[in-house]
């Protein structure tokens, strides 16, 4: 069996209309790349490899990817991965690791369909029912937030992000328009007020929703590792199910400093994308949750890795999952953390439904009273629409700018 062909597609379907449910509305909408390897025996594989606001960067890499591994056995999916992996010589970082997960996932789709069974019973089988999700609320002021955790649990979810104005919550201070058209604004913020709101909202919420709902934060990385102490150790009486990324990367080892100051729960790894960035975190018992995605980190390959890496430090999954980690990918974990132990959460965007996605990835997986199911079809269960693809062309989109009062640059 012989790969003949990489087909590498990028659509965006969110460019044009806004869609309530999805999580986030992204100005420019969300450019998702996706990739086909088609095999000489006419069994394909569909994979995804979004980098938002980098996705040419990635398709960039895709294309020198498609040359190498043609003419090779697709079966061959771990073989392929170092292959891939060390064919850069600078090897690793998020583009090449997004632009390898694609090729992995579809790989292991192809597997799947050549086993006719699904992903999951190719990694194990599965460990339990349905992978637990968690959705966004937001508001303007707590009671508002209130409301908006109130209306995930009446669907059925069991556990909620709530935040209060988006990332930076009340810390941010004003927002600029941008020089020129088509380019992101500029918002500025401080973490003081920010600081100081965050624990009388989950006070509120504690007092209007009782202690056992499970409630989450993200802090986005805005604050430095003494205000994520103060903050972790401020929220402690509302019994967090975890802060999710206290700092930023480049400060992780503060984690120390700050678990030695508090019992909340910590999740942090979104951005990451090597192993060699995680494994000192599960090594020192920094984090109890792993919030990588296999879409970012190398495929499911390489986030099965880490995950059976974590197990024996007690770290839990709480994979990644906004609107710009497509349906594609959101399935590769969903049947990556069917099959895992040490499973925490999933963060989850429903594409089900929502119809164009539909239409795109027919179908992405079903969530149903809080939990996300794999679809039980050959593979990945997932396809990729490609006649419809030209319907929903690229458009440039960029991240969100974020500059201290002073104007010096902050990260998102
Ligand atoms: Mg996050």
Partial sequence: MKVVDIKIFVVNPTAAEKFDGIGHLYRGGINYVVVKVLTDEGIYGVGEGTLHASELAVVAALKNFRELIIGKDPRNIEDIWHFLHRSTYWRGGPIFKTAIAAIDMALWDIKGKLANMPVYQLLGGACRKGVLVYRHADGRDPKEVADNVRKWLERGYKVVRAQMGGYGGSGKLKFEPPEREGLPGTTYFEPTRYLIEVPKLFEHLRSELGMEVELLHDVHEQI?????????????????????????????????????????????GEIFCDREQIIPLFINRLIDYIR???????????????????????????????????????????????????????????????????????????VSDGYAYPNEAAGLGIDFNEEIAPRFPYSPVYMPQIRRADGTVHGY
Avoid at 247 to 254: G, R, Y
Avoid at 332 to 344: E, R
Avoid at 346 to 359: A, K
């Fill in 224 to 268: 430095s590792p003494i205000e994520a102490a103060q903050l972790a150790k401020s929220l402690e009486p509302y019994r967090l199910f975890f802060l999710e990324d206290p700092v930023s990367p480049e400060q992780k080892d503060a984690l120390a400093f700050i678990r030695s100051q508090t019992t909340t729960p910590l999740a942090i």
């Fill in 292 to 366: 990588i995605a296999p879409l970012h980190v190398g495929g499911i390959t390489e986030a099965r890795k880490i995950m059976t890496l974590a197990e024996p430090f007690g770290v839990k999954s709480a994979f990644h999952g906004a609107a710009d980690l497509g349906p594609i990918s959101q399935a590769a974990a969903v049947h990556l953390q069917m099959s895992v132990h040490n499973f925490g959460v999933q963060e989850w965007t429903d594409f089900r439904s929502i119809q164009v996605f539909c239409d795109l990835f027919p179908t992405p997986c079903e």
